[in-house]
C-alpha cells in the first residue's frame, strides 16, 4: 500500500515538521510518524486538513502518499464530494502499493455515494492472496458494505473470511451481522444452494438456518436442535458464541395465538374487502389453502356476531352466547392440516384449536372494543383495518399485542403493535429499490392528481433519496377522456415533470402533503425527456392502455427509457393486444397473483370472479395469519422476514412490514419474470 518512501530532493521540506513533531511527542499528544505508511497506519489517525497541507508541501511520490492519505481521512470525515475531486486529481501514474490503495479508496468512495457496482467494480481488481491482513480486513468490509443485500452467499463468505481479522467484541458483531445476512435466504431455497466441497465454515452455517428454519415454532426443539448442531459443527465460530439473534429467539416469551380477535368492518362499504380478508385468515387457520376447492369455515371455532341492535347489548361486536367450543380432539385434524399447508407458498401450519372471534369495527368506538375483547379472552388481536380505526387502537392503553392491518397517518412506535398494510407507499418503495437496483438514476413519476398521487410520490422521493438518489420528477395523468383526447390530436406524453422536493419551498405556489412538499410547475424548472431514463405509472389497465403509446409518440420506440407500473394495472383477463402493446414494461404485484402457486391462484380467483383486488385481499388475510403466529419475533427483532403470498415480508424497527414485491415484465406477448 503506501510505502515509507520519501524523496531524498524534499528533504529539506520536512525539517521544520520533524522538529516540531519531536516537541509535540515530548508533550505526549503527537500520535502519527511522519512518514505515511498503509502498513503503520491501518486508518488515517490525522484529519484531512493535516494531510492536505503535507500533501502541498511535498512532490512526487510523497505528494501522491499524502493524497490517498487525506482522500481516506475525507471519506471518514464524511467529507464525500471533496474526496471525490482530490480521487479525480490523483496522478495517471502510481506505484503499485499506491494502485491498491487507489482501489480501495474508490470502492469506499462509491460506496458513500451508493454507486454498489462500481465499489464492486474496484474489488475485483484486487488481488486478495497478495493483500496483508489490515488490507484483507478493508477488503472483506468492502465486500460486504457493496452488497446491498445483494448476493447474500457471496457476503456470508466475506463476513466468513473477515472473522479470523476481528477480536474482541468486533468478533460478536461480526457474528450477528453474519446472522443477519443468513435469515435473508428464504426457507425454500435453502436446500438448493450450492457451495465448494471445502467451504465448512459456511456449511455449518446453511445447516444451521435449516435448523432454525424447521424448529422455530417450537422453542424447546430449536434449542435442542441448535444443541446438536454445536455439537456436530464445534469448529464454527458460532458453535462457541451464537449470534445474538438466535440466542435471542431461542429465549423469546413468545405471544399466545389460542385466542385472535379479527377486528374488521363487517357492515358498511367496506364489507366486502373485509369479507375477502377474513377468508384468506380463516382458511390459513383451517388448513385448506391447498385443497382445490375453497375453503368452508369452521364453525366450532370461528365465531361470527349476529347484528347487534338497540335492545341488544349495545357495547358488544360479538354476541357472548355465539362464543362456542372447540371440539374437544382436534389433533390428527391439525396434522392433516399442516401437512395440506406445507405446500402452500410462506403460510404458517393450519391450527384449528385456534378460537378466531370475529368483531365488527362499525358502529362500535375502538377503545370499548379492544376492552371487551380483552375480557372475553383475546391473546392477539388482528386489525383494524381503516386507518382511523388504527390510528386510535395504537394509542389506546392496552396490553394486547396488535397486528394492524393498515398504518396510520402518523405512524408511532409501540413495543405492543405492529403494522401491516397494502398501501400504494410500500409499493412505491418497493418500486424505488427495483428501479435502483436496474441502474435507474432519473425517474420521472406519472401520478393521478389526487391524494393517492401525493402518497405515492412522497413515497417514492423519500425511498429514492435515501439510496442515493437525486431529482424525482412527477407529472400529473388527466382522465381517460383526456388521454383519448392526446390520441386523436397526436399530442404525445413528454417526460417532464415537476420536482419532488423533501424540503419545503419558500415559494408561495407550495404545496405540502404528508411531509413532503410539491412546488408548483410554474416555479420549478421542468427537464424534458432527454434527462429521464424510466418512468413508473401508477393507472389501472384501460389508462396505461392509452399512457404507454402516448410516451411512444412522443419519444420515439427506440428510447432506452424503462417502463414501470404498480399492481394497480394488473387485472384478470389481459389480451394479446394489450400484452404487445406493454412490451418491455414491468409492473410489480403480489407473489401469489405472479405465479409463486399457481392452483391456489386458480382457486382463489375463481373464488372472488377473477377479481384481482379481492386476491390480493385474501392473500393479505392468509399473510396475517402467518405474522400473527410470528408476531414476537416480528416485533423484537428488527430485519425478521417470512416469505408470504403478499411478498417478502420484513419487519422495520418500528415493527412496519415492508412488502418486497414480485415483478414481471411483458415480453413478445407473454408476462415473464422481469430480469
Known amino acids: 500500500m503506501l510505502s515509507s518512501f520519501v524523496n531524498r530532493r524534499n528533504a529539506g521540506r520536512f525539517v521544520p515538521v520533524v522538529l516540531a513533531g519531536f516537541i509535540l511527542a515530548a508533550c505526549g499528544v503527537y500520535q502519527e510518524d511522519q512518514t505515511p505508511s498503509a502498513t503503520l497506519q491501518p486508518t488515517a489517525n490525522q484529519g484531512s486538513a493535516y494531510y492536505l497541507q503535507q500533501m502541498q508541501q511535498s512532490q512526487d511520490d510523497s505528494r501522491s502518499h499524502w493524497q490517498l492519505l487525506a482522500i481516506r481521512a475525507l471519506l471518514d470525515e464524511g467529507k464525500v464530494a471533496q474526496a471525490g475531486q482530490q480521487l479525480q486529481q490523483l496522478p495517471s501514474q502510481l506505484t503499485a502499493d499506491q494502485q491498491v490503495e487507489r482501489h480501495f479508496l474508490t470502492a469506499q468512495y462509491a460506496i458513500k455515494q451508493k454507486q454498489f457496482r462500481e465499489a464492486a467494480q474496484q474489488l ?229 384449536a385456534a378460537q378466531i372471534k370475529v368483531y365488527d369495527t362499525n358502529g362500535h368506538p375502538i377503545d370499548q372494543l379492544l376492552q371487551q375483547v380483552q375480557q372475553e379472552g383475546a391473546t392477539l388481536v388482528v386489525g383494524p383495518l381503516l386507518k382511523e380505526d388504527v390510528a386510535k387502537a395504537v394509542t389506546t392503553q392496552t396490553s394486547l399485542n396488535i397486528l394492524a392491518l393498515n398504518e396510520p397517518s402518523d405512524l408511532q412506535n409501540h413495543p405492543n403493535v405492529c403494522y401491516f398494510a397494502l398501501s400504494p407507499e410500500n409499493e412505491a418503495r418497493d418500486a424505488a429499490e427495483h428501479m435502483w437496483a436496474q441502474g435507474k438514476r432519473s425517474p420521472v413519476l406519472l401520478l393521478p392528481s389526487n391524494s393517492l398521487g401525493d402518497r405515492v410520490a412522497a413515497a417514492f422521493t423519500r425511498q429514492w433519496q435515501s439510496l442515493g438518489g437525486g431529482t424525482v420528477l412527477r407529472q400529473a395523468i388527466g382522465s381517460e377522456s383526456d388521454l383519448r383526447s392526446k390520441i386523436n390530436s397526436n399530442a404525445g406524453i413528454a417526460l417532464s415533470g415537476t420536482p419532488v422536493t423533501a424540503a419545503p419551498s419558500s415559494d408561495s405556489g407550495a404545496v405540502t402533503v404528508a411531509g413532503m412538499t410539491f412546488d408548483a410547475p410554474s416555479a420549478q424548472p421542468v427537464a424534458d425527456s432527454g434527462g429521464v431514463d424510466s418512468v413508473y405509472i401508477v393507472a389501472n389497465q384501460a389508462s396505461l392502455d392509452l399512457i404507454k403509446p402516448l410516451i411512444t409518440m412522443k419519444i420515439g420506440s427506440q428510447s432506452h427509457v424503462a417502463f414501470y407500473a404498480n399492481s394497480l394495472s394488473s387485472q384478470a383477463g389481459t389480451g394479446p393486444d394489450f400484452r404487445f402493446e406493454m412490451e418491455g414494461l414491468q409492473f410489480s404485484d403480489i407473489p401469489l397473483l405472479s405465479g409463486a402457486n399457481p392452483s391456489l391462484k386458480q382457486q382463489v380467483t375463481g373464488q372472488f370472479n377473477q377479481d384481482y383486488t379481492l386476491t390480493r385481499l385474501y392473500a393479505m388475510g392468509v399473510d396475517a395469519w402467518t405474522l400473527a403466529n410470528h408476531f414476537t419475533p416480528l416485533r423484537q427483532q428488527p430485519g425478521y422476514q417470512l416469505q408470504g403470498n403478499t411478498g417478502l415480508l420484513k419487519a422495520t424497527q418500528n415493527c412496519v412490514i415492508n412488502r418486497t414485491l414480485s415483478w414481471n415484465q411483458y415480453t413478445h406477448g407473454e408476462i415473464v419474470p422481469a430480469k
Not at 435449516?210 to 465460530?237: E, I, M
Not at 413468545?254 to 385468515?281: D, H, R
Not at 375453497?294 to 366450532?300: E, F, G, M
Open 124 to 352: 475485483s481488481a484486487l488481488s486478495v492472496p497478495g493483500l496483508n491482513d489490515t488490507q484483507r480486513q478493508r477488503y472483506y468490509q468492502l465486500m460486504i458494505d457493496s452488497a446491498q443485500g445483494e448476493a447474500p452467499i457471496d457476503v456470508l463468505r466475506a463476513y466468513i473470511a473477515l472473522q479470523p481479522h476481528l477480536a474482541g467484541s468486533d468478533q460478536q458483531k461480526n457474528l450477528d451481522a453474519t446472522w443477519q445476512t443468513l435469515v435473508t435466504i428464504p426457507q425454500d431455497q435453502v436446500g438448493y444452494i450450492t457451495i465448494n466441497a471445502n467451504e465448512n465454515i459456511l456449511q455449518g452455517w446453511l445447516d444451521l438456518l435449516g435448523v432454525y428454519y424447521q424448529n422455530r415454532g417450537d422453542q424447546d426443539n430449536l434449542k435442542h436442535a441448535v444443541q446438536d448442531w454445536q455439537t456436530r459443527y464445534p469448529d464454527n465460530p458460532a458453535s462457541k458464541t451464537l449470534p445474538a439473534g438466535l440466542a435471542q429467539v431461542m429465549n423469546l416469551s413468545v405471544a399466545s395465538t389460542n385466542t385472535i380477535a379479527l377486528l374488521l368492518p363487517l357492515t358498511g362499504p367496506g364489507a366486502v374487502f373485509s369479507k375477502a380478508i377474513e377468508q384468506g385468515f380463516e382458511d390459513a387457520r383451517n388448513g385448506h389453502l391447498a385443497s382445490s376447492a375453497p375453503a368452508t369455515p369452521d364453525a366450532n371455532t370461528v365465531i361470527r356476531a349476529p347484528q347487534t341492535t338497540a335492545s341488544a347489548t349495545s357495547d358488544a361486536a360479538v354476541s357472548p352466547s355465539a362464543v362456542a367450543t372447540p371440539a374437544a380432539d382436534t389433533s390428527s385434524a391439525t396434522a392433516d392440516a399442516s401437512n395440506q399447508t406445507a405446500a402452500v407458498l410462506g403460510t404458517a401450519s393450519a391450527n384449528t
